[in-house]
């Protein structure tokens, strides 16, 4: 069974430092995607990573992908407030059935 | 490019009563999705639509909730009869795979459903 773990659930973090949200997943996958979802708000794409090393970044966020160790980051440099949202990762499996979960989220405050 | 488009944007019943949401994705994806998103929780899949043919709908619960996507383009998903369990956020979801966005989705801004 697929499954798609974030850590931390909650993070709350001062303007100007640096963190990493991690996405873990149980099956073999070379396809992960980072979302945004603002509070009340739908969920808007930021990153795919298609590929063992692929990294992607925009702005203050970098996202990569290691499919050996089944580990996707969200790297956050130098938080502004603009970065408080919910972040999810999903990552779809062709593996028997075809499936696309989304992790657990990671809900993001950054203080000003 | 016009986005997915979701109807209604909230809706408030009372237990036992039927509802139905509709969905319009964006043009030319083949793929569409319903979610149920429950607050604070990730958004869970109810169905999948390849064209008019349902992928995966392993998640819907059957004995209460329906959904089709007749001619392969805008979808409804049915709650019939509703329980308060049920209130959340419904999305609807489309993508088109492709080489270089792989299944990103692009979401609709959803119905936010209140069962009383």
């Known amino acids: 069974e697929l499954k798609v773990e974030q850590n931390p659930l909650f993070l709350s973090m001062q303007e100007g430092k640096n963190y990493t949200i991690y996405c873990n997943y149980s099956t073999t996958s070379d396809r992960l995607y980072w979302y945004r979802q603002d509070p009340g708000k739908s969920l808007e794409s930021l990153f795919v990573l298609l590929s063992n090393g692929a990294v992607k970044q925009e702005g203050r966020l970098m996202a990569s992908l290691d499919t050996k160790a089944r580990l996707s980051t969200l790297h956050i440099t130098a938080a502004v407030h603009d970065l408080s949202a919910t972040y999810f990762c999903?990552?779809?499996?062709?593996?028997?059935?075809?499936?696309?979960?989304f992790g657990t989220g990671t809900r993001l405050k950054v203080l000003a | 490019e016009a986005g997915v488009a979701q109807s209604p944007r909230y809706k408030i019943i009372e237990k036992r009563q039927s509802v139905a949401f509709w969905c319009n994705p964006i043009?030319?994806?083949?793929?569409l999705y319903w979610y149920q998103q429950i607050l604070g929780q990730g958004p869970k899949l109810l169905i999948q639509f390849q064209n008019n043919g349902v992928v995966d709908d392993s998640q819907l619960p059957k004995d209460r909730f329906s959904a089709e996507r007749l001619k392969g383009v805008d979808s409804t998903l049915k709650i019939q009869p509703a329980k308060l369990e049920d209130s959340a956020v419904y999305l609807c979801?489309?993508?088109?795979?492709?080489?270089?966005?792989?299944?990103?989705?692009?979401f609709g801004p959803g119905t936010r459903l209140t069962v009383l």
């Open positions: 999903a990552v779809d499996s062709t593996s028997g059935t075809y499936k696309y979960i």
């Open positions: 979801a489309s993508s088109s795979a492709t080489w270089t966005s792989g299944d990103t989705q692009y």
């Open positions: 043009s030319g994806h083949a793929t």
